[in-house]
């Protein structure tokens, strides 16, 4: 049987009790180690004492570390550091493992061709069946259908080491993964998806989520200086939208220069193009939701902001990673 560890990062969220209660609880060949990085910028331990009571006798084989609040990327590294079994497992720490994880893990690994370095767990997000789901509902379910995520993805170790491990420069939690994937495929190995199982529950959040989320535009751009325009179909990505979102900022900027200015005509057709722009924009996204009357207000004040929240972050990322080599 193929030894195995599991790292998971964590800024100590409710969701981490279930989750290493889910990997205490699953069913054949236990991890050799787990360590768990606490990525909270300043943390204390006390938070950390009822998780790490769920764990049973996996307690034992359990190191805490810190990963200093650099991000999931920097924090997984951490955890990496600090893995001596041949394979290492990442987990989220708001995900479920099912109930035969473990076994189904083993079997994996156990059937990993010579020349695979890489073996993805399946995710499954549980959706309303009473309702459609909202655009935050939708957002997460798309992790079933993503590749390479670090949800439930177990690599080689000394792989791993060989491509210099997960990209600190990600320092929020998108890309990171795909980056690390990519760069494994350069350097000849496989990457497949194999038959375990894992939950990914939609965690409760705030109407402005998919605004914070726009952070990830920058790890777009760095994604773009890395492995060029091509990354998205190598990674199987949508394009997106970040194109109609510089469109629509650019629109709406315009029309208050021209206000300024006193050119109202030239103002006016700029504004009408900023407001079919956001109308398209929000209506995609309501109208395959429940749209109920906090899913349609919630939608239509954050895809006022997107655009040019989107094209910050954008913008930004090209310049901080201007410099940026390519990955060879």
Not at 64 to 78: F, K, Q, T
Not at 111 to 119: C, H, K, L, R
Not at 276 to 287: H, L, Q
């Amino acid at each position: 049987m193929t030894s195995y560890a599991v790292v998971i990062p964590t800024l100590v969220r409710d969701t981490l009790a279930d989750c290493l209660a889910a990997l205490a609880a699953a069913i054949g060949p236990a991890p050799a180690e787990i360590v768990l990085v606490d990525d909270r910028a300043g943390a204390v331990p006390g938070p950390l004492e009822h998780p790490l009571s769920v764990l049973g006798d996996l307690r034992d084989r359990t190191t805490v570390v810190s990963g200093g609040g650099h991000g999931p990327a920097a924090a997984r590294n951490s955890g990496l550091r600090r893995v001596t079994s041949p394979w290492v497992v990442f987990l989220d720490d708001d995900v479920q493992v099912g109930p035969h994880w473990c076994e189904q893990v083993a079997a994996d690994l156990d059937e990993a061709s010579p020349d695979t370095a890489g073996v993805q767990g399946v995710i499954s997000v549980p959706l309303p069946s009473e309702r459609r789901p909202t655009h935050w509902e939708r957002s997460t379910a798309g992790l079933a259908r993503a590749r390479w995520s670090t949800a439930d993805m177990a690599y080689r170790t000394d792989v791993l080491k060989q491509v210099g491990g997960f990209d600190e420069r990600f320092r929020y939690a998108h890309r990171e993964d795909t980056d690390l994937a990519l760069r494994v495929l350069d350097a000849g190995w496989r990457v497949r998806r194999g038959g375990r199982s894992t939950w990914h529950p939609v965690r409760p959040t705030g109407r402005w989520v998919s605004v914070r989320a726009q952070r990830g535009n920058a790890d777009d751009a760095l994604m773009l200086r890395l492995h060029g325009a091509g990354w998205r179909a190598g990674a199987a990505v949508p394009r997106g939208r970040v194109r109609r979102h510089l469109a629509i900022t650019a629109a709406g900027a315009a029309a208050c220069v021209f206000a300024v200015g006193g050119r109202r005509v030239a103002a006016a057709v700029a504004a009408v193009g900023w407001a079919v722009g956001t109308a398209e924009f929000a209506w995609s996204r309501i109208a395959p939701g429940p749209r109920t009357w906090y899913e349609v207000t919630t939608v239509l004040g954050s895809s006022v902001v997107i655009p040019p929240v989107a094209t910050g972050y954008w913008l930004s990322g090209l310049v901080r990673h201007r410099e940026v080599e390519a990955w060879r």
